[in-house]
């Protein structure tokens, strides 16, 4: 299958800090990127669709202009999470798929703990 | 609305036991099921799907059938081994470029 890397995988900021998440497409060319967020022990929750090219479309109750998406080539999504608080530590999940693909190719994930 | 409910975990199996986690949706349209599975620490990996009613889907032992009658897609193992301790998500979705839908997890604990 395809290989859908993020980095960092972990990372650590103080509270009122911007932190950005990357979401690369490895070997294949990501037309579709998703990215969730999922909190300790509960299931995964979509954030945002991403369109390469266009303004990723957010879910309601997630806040754009807090968790800036940009989706500038096929093989690679951000996630920046501004002014970010403690209740933003999360577990975030980005996933793609492509052209060819009938499936959507999920990433490590990035643990964002906020101090 | 779509949604995906799975039973609650944690479960704890011996090795060899048989496993069973059970999985039902509501969805408008026909949508294709999916298993993933999560280790400790790393993202989620497929672990199987099905496209359409009565269909089975099947991996490294694992299988679920899709019973458009109830709704379901269980997950099945013969026979579980420490390896398999995880925590097991089942999703659908539409097409490739749709997000899927989670159900909760179910987390599984196999002891030796």
């Known amino acids: 299958g395809a290989v859908v890397s993020q980095h960092p995988s972990w990372v650590i900021c103080k509270s009122g800090t911007s932190v950005k998440i990357e979401c690369r497409s490895l070997?294949?060319?990501?037309?579709?990127m998703f990215w969730y967020r999922q909190f300790p022990k509960q299931s995964l929750m979509l954030m945002a669709t991403?369109?390469?090219?266009?303004?990723?479309?957010?879910e309601q109750g997630v806040e754009k202009d807090k968790f800036l998406i940009n989706h500038a080539s096929l093989t690679l999504s951000t996630l920046t999470v501004t002014s970010a608080h403690p209740e933003d530590s999360s577990f975030y999940i980005c996933?793609?798929?492509?052209?060819?693909?009938?499936?959507?190719?999920f990433g490590p994930g990035t643990r964002l703990t906020v101090l | 609305g779509n949604s995906v409910t799975q039973m609650e975990g944690p479960v704890t199996l011996s090795e060899e036991a048989f496993l069973t986690i059970n999985c039902t949706y509501t969805?408008?349209?026909?949508?294709?099921l999916f298993w993933y599975v999560q280790y400790p620490g790393e993202g989620l990996q497929l672990l199987l799907k099905a496209t359409k009613a009565d269909d089975k889907g099947s991996n490294k032992g694992f299988e679920a059938t899709y019973r458009k009658e109830t709704t379901s897609f269980h997950l099945e193992k013969g026979s579980v081994q420490v390896s398999d301790s995880a925590v097991y998500f089942c999703a659908l979705g539409f097409s490739e470029n749709t997000p899927l839908v989670f159900g909760k997890g179910t987390r599984l604990s196999v002891i030796a």
């Open positions: 991403s369109n390469e090219g266009s303004k990723a479309t957010y």
């Open positions: 070997d294949f060319q990501a037309t579709t």
């Open positions: 969805a408008t349209g026909y949508p294709s």
């Open positions: 996933s793609a798929t492509g052209f060819t693909y009938n499936e959507q190719f």
